[in-house]
């Protein structure tokens, strides 16, 4: 199911730039043969640049398939092509274009972390952060804060080890160690999107709480990514 929503979302992304499907013998992710905007121009008229587009396009469908928070990273990278065409609404510098997709390339290599909150009236704010081990897995941490003073805390320190929950349905996970359980509700659009994150710990993960605060609450998208070259 991910990595259909994920080719789905990856063949909207080209169709909302005005790419096409890439032809084989080209490595740029649309068809030269139809280029139309100075930007597309550039980039088929330079072998490195279409090999650097084409890179960009498999490294952001790749990321896409894994993220739980499509919505938020789709953004990111329409805000980042956006860019892009409007510095060459007239003409492009090749070395420009260059540098703007190396940085972007890079940026989307070194990315893996998501950011979900739990929203409060109080000022206590509960985090869950998200790193993609593959389709199955992810390697989590909760958190919970009140006014910079720690609540809650897994794992409990920075030298314990990861915790990695692991997908049975696209709509539930789980993580357990030794008394402590927790389970993940995943709430989704019809595109895959996750919207919401529901966390269910067992009485035996209070170890990593203080006071009567928990680890069970319902989490949503708190990424703030913008395009790495804003």
């Known amino acids: ?71 938020g990273f789709r953004g990111q990278q329409r805000d980042w092509q956006q860019i892009l065409r409007t510095r060459c609404a007239k003409a492009c510098d090749p070395a420009s274009v260059e540098r703007d997709y190396a940085v972007q390339r890079d940026s989307l290599r070194s990315f893996s972390e998501e950011l979900w909150e739990a929203s409060y009236k109080t000022a206590d704010v509960a985090q869950l952060t998200i790193n993609h081990i593959d389709a199955r897995q992810f390697d989590f941490g909760l958190s919970r804060d009140l006014e910079g003073k720690p609540l809650c805390k897994l794992p409990a320190s920075d030298g314990e080890a990861g915790a990695i929950a692991t997908l049975a349905t696209p709509a539930k996970a789980s ?48 990424n703030s990514w913008v395009a790495s070259n804003q």
Not at 22 to 47: G, M, N, V, W, Y
Not at 204 to 214: D, E, F
């Open 1 to 71: 199911m991910i990595r259909i929503a994920g080719f789905g979302l990856f063949a909207l992304f080209l169709a909302c730039f005005g790419l096409h499907a890439a032809s084989p013998p080209q490595s740029a992710s649309f068809d030269c043969a139809r280029a139309s905007h100075p930007l597309e121009k550039t980039i088929c008229a330079s072998p490195k640049l279409r090999a650097l587009d084409g890179e960009v396009a498999a490294l952001y469908k790749a990321k896409l398939g894994l993220l739980f928070d499509k919505q």
């Open 175 to 222: 993580w357990a160690a030794g008394a402590c359980r927790i389970d993940f509700t995943l709430t989704r659009d019809a595109s895959g999107h996750v919207t919401r994150i529901d966390t269910t710990a067992s009485a035996g993960c209070k170890r990593y709480c203080k006071g009567n605060y928990g680890l069970s609450d319902a989490f949503l998208p708190a």
